[in-house]
């Protein structure tokens, strides 16, 4: 058979499946990689470096939720709870989200300054990468390329993508939740709906009220813009609105139920998790009255 006969869209050797023959262009691909990959992995390499770069000099960052990691080392219940020491006396002053990721991180490679804020800027990363998705779907590459650029350069995001405070795992949930939101639009498919409700209630679980800042809009969104009809949309918005309350309310409902001997408030001055998971982060921040608010488990 000739080359010719071989390579032939219409003749196909025996036994040689189609996956087969797109090898050989897939790896052509990963040889030379169009300028749009060259341009997407530039961006989050230099993103990378920026954030990682004398990560070490941060020491160890906000040391009270250093402490809490370093609890979670060394009690599992410290790690469900978000306890600042080991034996439970005190819980930190949100729900332990944001540091289980860096619970997990110091379990792994022992308690030290990278391994809690390497996961943070790993955090900053991925948001950039989701943030060029997001906007490269609606308005192509370049745009894609300049609003994760905007978001890897903003001197606050800099800053918070190498700290250990909650803001980083919050900002990564709320952009996934976002293009996910995006994908629902374009599609009006219900799974991309509920995966935003469930990343914006474990952003609950990050810095509870803070989250729910995005709901109105979201939801407008979605109304006014999914290809489905106006009862449909409704009702997905209802099975997104569950998905929150899912994601979100479990960690509330099992402290909610945990004995009450062997758990009760401190600063909020209640013994309701709901109480402690509600206050100090969300509209009141943005009223400038936020106010810490804690837990015991004992």
């Known amino acids: 058979m000739t080359d010719h006969a071989a390579t032939s869209p219409g003749l196909a050797l025996p036994g040689v499946t189609a996956s087969a023959r797109r090898r050989p262009a897939l790896l052509a691909a990963v040889r030379r990689p169009s300028w749009t990959t060259a341009s997407l992995v530039g961006l989050l390499a230099a993103t990378a470096a920026l954030y990682l770069w004398g990560l070490g000099a941060s020491g160890w960052a906000n040391g009270f939720y250093s402490a809490a990691v370093l609890a979670a080392t060394k009690s599992w219940k410290a790690f469900l709870f978000g ?130 800042l995005v709901l109105p809009g979201f939801a407008a969104v979605y109304l006014l813009a999914a290809p489905v009809s106006m009862w449909r949309r409704i009702g997905q918005l209802l099975a997104a609105g569950a998905a929150v309350l899912g994601s979100a309310g479990w960690w509330v409902a099992m402290v909610t139920l945990w004995p009450a001997g062997d758990l009760f408030a401190t600063y909020s001055g209640t013994s309701s998790a709901c109480s402690f998971a509600l206050a100090g982060t969300g509209a009141t921040s943005l009223a400038g009255s936020a106010t810490g608010t804690g837990e015991s488990a004992r």
């Open 83 to 212: 306890s600042f020491d080991s034996s439970n006396f005190i819980t930190v002053d949100k729900p332990p989200g944001s540091l289980w990721v860096m619970d997990i991180s110091a379990r792994l490679f022992g308690v030290n300054a990278w391994s809690i804020l390497v996961p943070q800027a790993l955090e900053g990363v991925a948001s950039v990468a989701l943030l060029y998705a997001t906007v490269r779907r609606r308005f192509g590459h370049a745009a894609g390329l300049i609003g994760g650029a905007v978001l890897a350069l903003t001197p606050v995001a800099v800053l918070m993508f190498r700290y250990d405070n909650p803001d980083s795992l919050l900002v990564l949930l709320l952009v996934g939740s976002a293009y996910a939101l995006t994908r629902a639009v374009e599609g009006g498919r219900t799974r991309w709906l509920v995966l935003a409700g469930v990343l914006v209630g474990f952003g609950f679980l990050t810095k509870m009220m803070g989250a729910f």
